[in-house]
């Protein structure tokens, strides 16, 4: 079959040939549709973020994907059923406590194995197999757009973390701002908008810019950070009862504090390089406690909210996600599938088409 990897020393993914799986007891084997490409995968491309195999001189990417059961093996799944799986998963040598919780999101990085990130192989190639308790099923009609469930559920756990950090009082929040006007970003700012009155998206491009164009088609409005630095929003416009950091640009972690309004919480998603800066830590300090503020981090995303993201995304307007997703690519055009431009906003590498057998 055929897999797109990432060889030890290479700068650039390439299509490998690779034995299709077997799956071992309790385990699936799912035909792959699609799995989209994000910051991550450029990441661990540019050898700044995850690693490989232990044994292997490759890495398989791709973390977000959808697929079609072909062989339940004795599990609960049937032929035909879509899923998709979710990314986390036990090292070799057994499972840690957070997986015997159900909570293999909220382990610390050296506990766990990321499938195409972290000492496992992706799901981009022609079929994977997974452990059955790894794979969500969902609707037949999302199985076009079911490599979004994965980075949708991302923001469903940091806006669940954000509403816990502040179930100690009667939280009301109103106004939401979106830090990153990339994919995630806008996936975010539509969902964000189901429940917020008024929403906000930061980002760093000049009109005209299809970016631009989703966030004031979804009713937000956009904030140039070169015209308008975050910590000047509360003057310029209102400050924030939540904010939603996806940008890994470290300062904007410190200016969300000020951004925020009393109350309020901003969850930080971006993993920035070390980057050693000056900042007012007593003033940020004090606002924190004075005002009731929180920062809340966010990593990686659980079963539940797989669930939720499923939800999220059946809800989506059509027009949202045909402009979102700028690509989709068979490994043919694999150069084009990973080009990072102002042009690509979301892409995915296909491997079948849906109603394929």
Request: overall charge negative.
């Amino acid at each position: 079959m055929h897999a797109v990897a990432l060889k030890r020393g290479a700068s650039a993914p390439e299509v490998i040939d690779k034995p299709r799986p077997d799956p071992d007891s309790g385990e699936v084997l799912v035909r792959t549709l699609r799995v989209g490409i994000d910051g991550t995968d450029y990441e661990v491309i540019a050898g700044h973020h995850g690693g490989f195999p232990a044994d292997d001189d490759h890495l398989v990417l791709g973390h977000e994907a959808v697929g079609v059961v072909v062989d339940p093996n004795d599990t609960a799944f049937k032929e035909g059923d879509v899923v998709v799986p979710t990314v986390r998963r036990p090292l070799p040598d057994g499972p840690t406590e957070y997986f015997e919780r159900g909570e293999p999101d909220m382990a610390p990085p050296e506990d766990v194995v990321e499938r195409g990130i972290t000492g496992g192989h992706g799901f981009m190639s022609d079929y994977f197999t997974s452990p059955a308790e790894f794979l969500l099923p969902i609707p037949d009609d999302l199985a076009e757009w079911g490599f979004l469930v994965e980075p949708i559920s991302i923001a469903e756990k940091a806006v669940e973390h954000a509403y816990a950090s502040r179930s100690a009082f009667d939280w009301r929040p109103e106004s939401a701002l979106v830090l990153g006007n990339g994919s995630l970003g806008l996936l975010t700012l539509a969902m964000l908008g189901q429940s917020f009155e008024r929403t906000y998206c930061l980002g760093r491009r000049d009109r005209p810019d299809p970016t631009i164009d989703i966030i004031e088609e979804l009713g937000a409005t956009y904030v140039d950070s070169r015209e308008t630095p975050v910590s000047e929003i509360p003057d310029a416009y209102e400050s924030m009862d939540f904010i939603f950091e996806a940008t890994g640009y470290p300062k904007h972690a410190f200016e969300s504090i000020e951004a925020l309004a009393p109350n309020g919480v901003a969850a930080l998603l971006g993993v920035p390089d070390s980057w050693p800066f000056e900042i007012d830590g007593g003033k940020l300090h004090r606002e924190l406690v004075m005002h009731n503020k929180a920062l809340v981090g966010s990593v990686n995303s659980g079963y539940r909210h797989f669930e939720a993201a499923t939800e999220t995304l059946s809800s989506l307007p059509d027009w949202l996600l045909d402009d979102l997703v700028t690509g989709i690519y068979d490994t043919s055009n694999l150069a084009d599938a990973f080009a990072d431009d102002e042009t690509t906003i979301k892409a995915a590498v296909k491997f079948y088409d849906h109603e394929e057998r």
